[in-house]
């Protein structure tokens, strides 16, 4: 195993027109940018090198791993003048784990490059330039991740069990016992987890664990492929008494998640406390990762849409409410609009439970299906809220009538797809896009999540 799992380690996707070949040349660059997946950017007689491992105005030894065509990749053997903005990477698994990329860049490095990403992928992709950079969305940097999903590799006895994220550039669970982003008491469980994998009977027919952290509870989803055998079920309910979690079992689809032990447990919820709300969800339910960000998220949609009594507000791929609810508190009449009706039924409750069922409202369909005559039967809204997952909101963008809406706030997850919606709104619905800039959801990542505010003239 040991070649084959070095060869995987190794391998990287490349362009089929330009396959790389192995180098092992030491170079002397000087780094001018950080790309797209957190490696520096130089130049060498002519050609881009891509250097794992080295920071924006750094010079740096690095040794050539592959050379293609149009450009070079290479790691850092060493560095000779150092950024201000270095730092030791606070996780002993950096490097060989693919969960963070940039841990060894302060946090004003990391947004100060992403920022820029999202200013080249509006001018590149949208042919568009931003009024007025919003000021960046700082927020924890460590033990912020409240949602993750660990893949899990069952081994033949005597081996133990792997649980944890992928290597870099990997398909292979990656070997460690702490993850840094994760809450202390939910990265503590790793090891225990690893010897209650390599316990049960089903270890190589259980291939993830879900983590979902609310405010009153701690939630692992098992993922099993198999029957849970007697004896399985009895070492999981100790493993649940013994670590004061809610342990819940998943066999097939997410809809499939149901509770194990204890029986019962607190609601599994955070809260938004500025405007006194508390959203329940599954722990299987999409929800923002950082929940500390997310309030700061919320709170500047808000404040930039500026929802006034009266005013009619569609919440575009509303999820369970993260957006609609504190809209309504903020006196607008809401329509929530998403493709999953398990999302819209729990989206209603919470606003039932928040009492705001008279203020926000919610609808089942598919917004990637959706054209003009579909939004006028919904509209007319004075204001959208537009939050899509990664794939954008292309269909939506390009069905908005003339007459409607004055102001877009668009919450994004991926910046290449804000852009090019961004290129429709602004070059074929009339739309300038006043601010824009991005927020720290995804500390040590390469992550861009941003936030940007459309309005007509």
Known sequence: MGKRHEARRASTRQPRHAPHQQSTELRTLSIESLESE????????????????ALPGERVEARTTRTGSSYDQART???????????????????????????????????????RWLEDSLERIGKVEVETLLPIVYGEEWGYRHRARMSVRGLPLPRGALVGFHEKQSS?????????????RISRLITPLRELVTALDM??????????????????????????????????????????????????????????????????DYTLPEFGIRIA????????????????????AVRLLDPQP????????????????????????????????ELVERARSNAETNGLASRATFECANLFEVDENRLEKWGPFDKLLIDPPRTGAAEVVKALPDAWPRRIVYVSCDSATLARDAGILVHTRGFRLTGAGVVNMFPHTTHVESIALFERP
């Open 77 to 115: 053997v060493r560095v000779l003048h150092e950024s201000a903005g270095r730092r030791e990477p606070r996780c002993p698994h950096f490097g060989m784990c693919g969960g963070c990329a940039t841990q060894h860049a302060d946090q004003r490095t990391q947004m100060a490059a992403k920022q």
């Open 172 to 184: 292979f669970v990656a070997d460690m016992r702490q993850c840094e982003n994760l809450p202390p």
């Open 38 to 53: 957190g490696r520096g950017v130089a130049r060498h007689e002519g050609k881009v090198v891509f250097v794992e491992g």
């Open 310 to 341: 009266g005013e009619r507000i569609a919440d575009l791929f509303c999820g369970i409410g993260n957006f609609s609810l504190p809209l309504a508190a903020s006196g607008a009449t809401v329509v929530g609009i998403e493709g999953a009706q």
């Open 281 to 300: 969800f599954r722990p299987t339910d999409f929800t923002q990762v950082n929940h500390g960000v997310n309030r700061i998220l919320v709170r500047r």
């Open 203 to 268: 270890r190589e027919r259980l291939p993830q664990v879900e983590v979902a952290v609310g405010d009153k509870v701690d939630v692992l989803v098992v993922r099993h492929l198999d029957p849970v055998s007697d004896r399985d079920a009895q070492l999981l309910r100790e493993f649940a008494g013994r670590e004061g979690v809610w342990l819940w079992l998943q066999s097939k689809g997410p809809a499939t998640a149901v509770p194990m032990h204890p029986p019962s447990m607190p609601d599994l």
